[in-house]
């Protein structure tokens, strides 16, 4: 049972264009929210988080919207840059809620920013 | 330079022959974490650790061992390793649980 889903495995945005990545979870008790960023033969890496609490986090090029009553969040990135090609992750966890911190991790989508 | 260090980065060995794998982590975080990565199933969760003795299972444990016995290391074991367990795995590390965190750059295992 996938909790936490990426239903598009590949996004092709022009250099300059708005990329929208999309996940949604099926589990009302995740209260905290994250995107993480992977490049081949790396490991991944933060990029933004969001709590149950806000709807919205900014942070530079990078923001996160939450929508509760969806379960859905997604990931916009203004303007989108050759160097974001990437593959992207979205995580959730009901961390605060239920005192555990076991990470969900969605399937990843590939971003490819077009020159 | 802070980090999370995984070796070795690629192990290849065979079915039934005990293994380690090391993570070390220089940020002082209290919380760190295994993870594995397959093709179209993402990161999944195997084993965590709130702080020194504090472990956890995660999404798949089976087949696996952690141990938390210094803030800075975490040691992934398999003690009998099987095909099945052939992936990607990744250590990460974070301040506390719910932030985000750092993560190793990988470890290629292959079981034969």
């Known amino acids: 049972d996938q909790q936490v889903k990426q239903n598009s495995p590949s996004l092709s945005v022009q250099e300059g264009r708005i990329s929208i990545l999309n996940c949604d979870y099926t589990?009302?008790?995740?209260?905290?929210f994250l995107w993480y960023k992977k490049y081949p033969a790396e490991g991944p890496t933060f990029l933004i988080s969001?709590?149950?609490?806000?709807d919205k986090n900014e942070d530079g090029r990078f923001t996160v919207f939450l929508n509760k009553s969806a379960k859905h969040l997604s990931l916009h990135i203004v303007p989108s840059q050759p160097g974001d090609s990437a593959v992207y992750f979205c995580?959730?966890?009901?961390?605060?809620?239920?005192?555990?911190?076991?990470?969900?991790f969605g399937t990843g989508t590939r971003l490819k920013v077009l020159a | 330079e802070a980090q999370v260090t995984q070796n070795p980065r690629y192990l290849i060995t065979v079915t039934g022959k005990k293994l380690t794998v090391t993570c070390s982590q220089n940020?002082?975080?209290?919380?760190m974490s295994w993870y594995r990565q397959d093709p179209g199933l993402g990161l999944r969760q195997i084993y965590y650790?709130?702080?020194?003795?504090?472990?956890d299972k995660g999404d798949v444990p089976e087949g696996y061992k952690v141990s938390r016995k210094e803030k800075r290391n975490f040691p992934l074991i398999l003690e009998s390793p099987s095909p099945n367990q052939t992936s990607l795995y990744f250590c990460?590390?974070?301040?506390?649980?719910?932030?985000?965190?750092?993560f190793g750059s990988g470890t290629r295992l292959t079981v034969v």
């Open positions: 990460a590390s974070s301040l506390f649980a719910g932030y985000g965190y750092t």
């Open positions: 589990n009302s008790m995740f209260d905290y």
């Open positions: 969001i709590s149950s609490i806000k």
């Open positions: 995580a959730a966890s009901p961390g605060t809620t239920s005192g555990t911190y076991k990470y969900i």
């Open positions: 940020m002082n975080h209290e919380y």
């Open positions: 650790s709130m702080n020194v003795e504090v472990t």
